[in-house]
C-alpha cells in the first residue's frame, strides 16, 4: 500500500468516526423533543365510533333511549296550536295600522319591542334576519304585513316539526332516512292524508312504494 492510500483509508476512518456521535446526539435531541411536546402528537385519537348495531342489544337501547329524550324535548320547545293562537291574538290586538287595502302591518320598531316582551319561545323566530326577509317582500317599506309574520312562524314550525317526525324513523340513528325508514314514515301517514281518505287498505303498499320511488328519483 502506498503512502498516499494509507493516509486517505486513515483520514476516512476517523471521518467515520466523528460523524457516529452527532448522529446519535441528533437523535436523542429529536427524543427529548417528543418527551417534551407529550405523547398527545404521538398517538393520533379515535375520532369516529362505529354506530353500533342491533345486536349488541346494551348500547343500541341506550342510543335509542337518548336519541328520544332529545327529540322529545325538541318537539316541546316548538311553539303549538295554543301558542299560535296567542301569538296571532296579540298581533292583532297590538297593532292597528292598516294599508288602504285594509291589511294590518307592523315597524321594525315595534317588531323589536314585541320580540323582547314576549316569552323566549317565540323570540327564537322574531329575528332580524327574519323581519329583513319579509321585508323584501313587503309592498311598503319599512314595514311588513302582519299575516306574512304569523304565516312564517307557522311554517317555521311545520318545518322544524316535520324534521323530528321524519328523525323518529331513522332506526339506526344515522341522520338519514333509509329506503325503508322513507316506507315506514309514509304508511303512517297515509291515514292523515285527505286525498287518501277513499284508499284501501291493500293499495297501501302500491302507493308507498310509487311515492318512495318518485322522493327518491327526485333526490338523485
Known amino acids: 500500500m502506498k503512502f498516499r492510500d494509507f493516509i486517505l483509508e486513515r483520514a476516512k476512518k476517523l471521518e467515520e468516526k466523528q460523524n457516529v456521535p452527532e448522529k446519535s446526539s441528533e437523535n436523542a435531541s429529536c427524543h427529548e423533543n417528543l418527551d417534551r411536546i407529550g405523547s398527545n402528537y404521538r398517538v393520533i385519537p379515535k375520532f369516529y365510533h362505529s354506530t353500533p348495531r ?6 343500541y337501547k341506550l342510543r335509542e333511549h337518548v336519541r328520544t329524550v332529545f327529540l322529545k324535548k325538541r318537539s316541546e320547545e316548538l311553539l303549538n296550536n295554543n301558542d299560535l ?6 298581533l292583532e290586538n297590538q297593532f292597528s295600522r292598516r294599508s288602504h287595502s285594509g291589511e294590518l302591518y307592523i315597524t321594525f320598531s315595534d317588531y323589536i319591542n314585541l320580540s323582547r ?7 327564537r323566530m322574531l329575528t332580524v334576519l327574519a323581519f329583513a326577509r319579509l321585508q323584501s ?18 311554517r317555521k314550525v311545520w318545518i322544524q316539526q316535520t324534521r323530528i317526525s321524519l328523525s323518529l324513523y331513522d332506526q339506526n340513528g344515522l341522520g338519514y332516512l333509509r329506503e325503508s325508514d322513507l316506507e315506514s314514515y309514509i304508511l303512517e301517514l ?5 286525498q287518501l281518505k277513499g284508499l284501501e287498505k291493500t293499495f297501501y303498499s302500491f302507493y308507498v312504494c310509487t311515492a318512495v320511488r318518485k322522493l327518491f328519483g327526485l333526490i338523485l
Not at 317582500?137 to 307557522?154: A, C, D, R, T, W
Not at 297515509?190 to 285527505?194: F, N, Q, R, V
Request: glycine share 2%; hydrophobic share 50%.
Open 85 to 90: 293562537k296567542t301569538f296571532w291574538m296579540i
Open 137 to 154: 317582500i313587503s309592498s311598503l317599506p319599512g314595514k311588513i304585513s302582519v299575516i306574512s309574520l304569523f304565516n312564517y312562524v307557522m
Open 190 to 194: 297515509i291515514p292523515t292524508l285527505l
Open 54 to 59: 342491533p345486536v349488541e342489544s346494551l348500547m
Open 117 to 123: 316582551t314576549l316569552k323566549p319561545i317565540y323570540r
